[in-house]
């Protein structure tokens, strides 16, 4: 298989993601606005990272900008071992279909496809076949092996979105992105999905990084970074929901006194 983009020169040591000095703005002059300042912060192979903060501190952002969605005003993004800034619109779009799997708030999937069909849409697209026992494993993994042949419509809530996290691990991605990907969900279904999205880190070496605003759900992972005002603030390893808490609590109390 040919590649567009240059071939990743990365060791296993070598973080799945890594921002260094990242900053963007938007806007211009008096308009602008600073959503991410000169954030450095790697993501390690085979780890699940929660990304946390107030609303507007650029969790978002820094998720678009390190998945080659959105272009960096200056430093550096990269996926394994590729800058991003050095590709061009076709070479990131290949870029994002063979390396980076997607998770976002809403499941997104096709009504008129079977659940299968939605799994392995991506793949045709890139006009790749799914490797049979991975498909098997990400389907087992999720716990949809009876559902496989429903529509969406078929489907809770629940069921939807442990599609859209196996449609994001089939193609074997270096980096899944999900964004609030348990926000539309009620709790039992979100403790779902959250635990589906830890046992493909800890079961199959996936690496999994969440913009979350939830302190439970943040706990699914095995470290968390917390960002305010576009800035990397802190980080705990092993979070508990009561440790995030408290920290997110301390930061609003920094932010009401300085
Ligand atoms: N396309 C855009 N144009 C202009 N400003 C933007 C754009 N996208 C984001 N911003 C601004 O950048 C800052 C960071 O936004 P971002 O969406 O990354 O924050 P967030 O932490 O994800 O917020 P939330 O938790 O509310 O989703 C905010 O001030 C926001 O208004």
Not at 53 to 62: A, F, I, N, Q, R
Request: charged share 20%; aromatic share 4%.
């Amino acid at each position: 298989m040919s590649h567009a983009f240059p071939s990743s020169s990365a060791t296993l040591t070598e973080p799945a993601a890594r921002a260094s000095g990242l900053t963007k703005t938007y806007g211009k002059e008096e308009t602008r606005v600073t959503a991410l300042d000169a954030v450095s912060v790697e993501f390690a192979r085979g780890r699940f990272t929660a990304v946390m903060g107030p609303s507007g501190s650029g969790k978002s952002t820094l998720m678009h900008c390190m998945a080659g969605l959105d272009p960096v005003t200056s430093g550096s993004a990269r996926i394994g071992g590729v800058e991003l800034s050095a590709l061009n619109d076709r070479q990131l779009t290949q870029l994002r279909r063979e390396k980076v799997g997607f998770v976002f708030q809403g499941s997104n999937l096709l009504p008129t496809l079977t659940a299968l069909e939605n799994i392995t849409l991506p793949l045709r697209l890139a006009g790749r076949r799914p490797e049979q026992a991975w498909l098997d494993t990400v389907v087992a993994t999720v716990g949809l092996a009876e559902r496989l042949e429903h529509r969406p419509t078929e489907l809770s809530g629940g069921q939807q979105q442990r599609v859209a996290v196996a449609r994001a691990l089939v193609s074997r991605p270096e980096i899944v992105f999900a964004d609030e990907p348990t926000g539309n969900l009620d709790s039992r279904s979100g403790a779902e999905v959250l635990g589906f999205l830890r046992d493909s880190v800890r079961e199959l070496g996936q690496t999994v990084v969440m913009v979350t605003h939830d302190p439970v759900a943040a706990a699914y992972a095995d470290r968390v970074v917390f960002l305010a005002d576009g800035r990397l603030v802190d980080e705990l390893d092993a979070p508990t929901a009561d440790a995030v808490l408290a920290r997110m609590l301390a930061f609003e109390a920094q932010g009401r006194v300085s």
